[in-house]
């Protein structure tokens, strides 16, 4: 028995002795505004080296130990900051594979163990060396003074994209893809409306990293940050629209608490985690952030409930509560919005429907219409244009007073007829140079 035992180790040793193979199965590259995502799919975990060369540009990669899937074609010139993306065998184990840039950039790598959508990953950052990737991008300049009120901001933040598609439906709808259609169809809607003006938080198909996401909204000076998403659950009976806003103390609700580590985890993806902060500097931040913050989110996340309540089916009936990474900036009223289950087949059809993505849109924008009529920031144009319903006056005879179309008086304040109620407040149009989009 020990003579065969020796045997059979003898039999194995050039195999023990031999470092196993990474394959990479695929290379997938995003292009943001301010950087490019490149993320190497591999069958295990590889040490890797990387460094940049210059005169020309370009960035090279060695994975030790490693060969290229030759079936998967490398993707090429997909952003601005390639131009070519070249490989070859390396001391005949490892596998290096060359970025050539159009100039300088500064790169970022780490690894990211398997998760219920992905194996393996090496995940690559390319920063353009002329920027700052640290500092959100401008997304809306604050009006010059003379101009007068200012439109109101409200940032629109489609979730997931990239890498990250989200939750995904038995037909094979990514949530990323449903939500930035309802997140575009709701821009355009703002856009449209008289004295607010949309920014998106992503504006194409990348990753946006969560603590980037509010971090934008608050560089543009936002009023409102809406977060949109499509919930996901392993029961497909699972049904219904829901809004969420910040909970001082996490979640409400045993459903809320799975929902918010669902979405709190995508930061990982980003190569971020929020689970390295201990716990005081976790209540100092919520301790500078919330009590009126909340409070104006709790009321535009109520009238946005509402709207989407005559849409379809609710999941719950009020406003949830859960510590969701994307609501917690510190000054800006935020809400979170699970337009639908995209696990529930029903809902998953809906989401892929364009007509139903506008009646979302439009819910979630007769909210938020609701919400500035009642409270519009100081120093907007809702706050400056309003007028206050009295006895005995008409919607045509206020129109006339402010030299106002009726068609346009009744579109900003959404009214289906001309009847009044005394003391209702009343928005007023006004064409000034600020709107200018």
Same mark, same amino acid.
């Given at each position: 028995?020990? #003579? ?6 003898? $039999? ?27 993320? /190497? ?68 790598? /780490? ?48 979730? @997931? ?43 194409? *198909? ?22 949109? @998403?499509?919930?996901? /659950? ?38 971020? $985690? ?22 104006? $989110?709790?009321?535009?996340?109520? @009238? ?31 809400? &979170? ?13 809906? &989401? ?16 938020? #219409? ?16 309003? @007028? ?7 919607? $045509?005879?206020?129109?006339? #007073? ?14 289906? *007829? ?20």
């Amino acid at each position: 028995m020990k #003579r065969a035992l020796i045997l059979l180790l003898f $039999s194995l040793w050039p195999v023990l002795g031999q470092a196993q193979t990474a394959r990479v199965d695929g290379i997938r590259l995003w292009a943001a505004p301010d950087n490019t995502r490149i993320v /190497f799919d591999i069958d295990g975990p590889v040490d890797h080296a990387l460094f940049p060369l210059r005169e020309p540009d370009r960035i090279v990669v060695d994975l030790k130990n490693a060969r290229l899937n030759t079936n998967i074609p490398i993707p090429e010139a997909a952003s601005p900051l390639l131009r070519a993306v070249r490989h070859s065998s390396r001391n005949g184990d490892d596998l290096r594979v060359v970025f050539d840039l159009a100039g300088p950039v500064r790169p970022k790598s /780490f690894l990211l163990k398997p998760n219920e959508k992905y194996g393996h990953r090496l995940v690559i950052d390319l920063y353009d060396a002329q920027g700052d990737a640290a500092k959100p991008k401008v997304l809306v300049a604050e009006p010059q003074a003379g101009q007068g009120p200012r439109a109101i901001v409200v940032a629109i933040d489609a979730g @997931h994209g990239g890498e990250d598609p989200g939750a995904i439906g038995r037909r094979g709808t990514r949530e990323k893809d449903a939500v930035f259609q309802i997140a575009m169809r709701l821009e355009r809607q703002i856009r449209q409306e008289y004295g607010m003006r949309a920014v998106m938080i992503r504006e194409g *198909d990348y990753y946006v990293g969560l603590k980037d996401r509010y971090a934008k909204a608050r560089d543009a000076k936002a009023d409102l940050f809406v977060s949109i @998403h499509a919930d996901g /659950f392993n029961d497909h009976r699972a049904h219904g629209s829901s809004v969420y806003v910040l909970s001082e103390r996490g979640a409400t609700t045993a459903a809320a608490a799975f929902l918010a580590e669902q979405e709190n985890a995508a930061d990982r993806i980003g190569g971020v $985690s929020l689970e390295d902060k201990d716990d005081l500097l976790k209540t100092v931040l919520l301790d500078l952030s919330q009590a009126a913050t909340i409070e104006d $989110s709790l009321e535009v996340a109520e @009238h946005v409930h509402n709207n989407l309540a005559k849409v379809g089916r609710m999941h719950s009936r009020r406003v949830q509560q859960a510590g969701f990474a994307v609501l917690k900036s510190p000054d800006v009223p935020s809400i &979170l919005v699970e337009t639908a289950f995209i696990t529930n087949p029903t809902e998953e059809n809906n &989401l892929r429907n364009p007509q139903h993505q506008e009646k979302v849109a439009r819910a979630i924008m007769r909210g938020i #219409r609701a919400y500035f009529a009642d409270k519009p920031p100081p120093g907007t144009l809702l706050a400056h244009n309003k @007028h206050v319903i009295r006895h005995g006056e008409t919607l $045509s005879g206020i129109a006339r #007073r402010y030299q106002v179309s009726l068609h346009s008086l009744r579109q900003i304040n959404g009214l289906g *007829d001309d009847t009044l109620s005394v003391g209702a407040v009343l928005r007023i149009p006004r064409e000034l140079v600020t709107m200018t989009n």
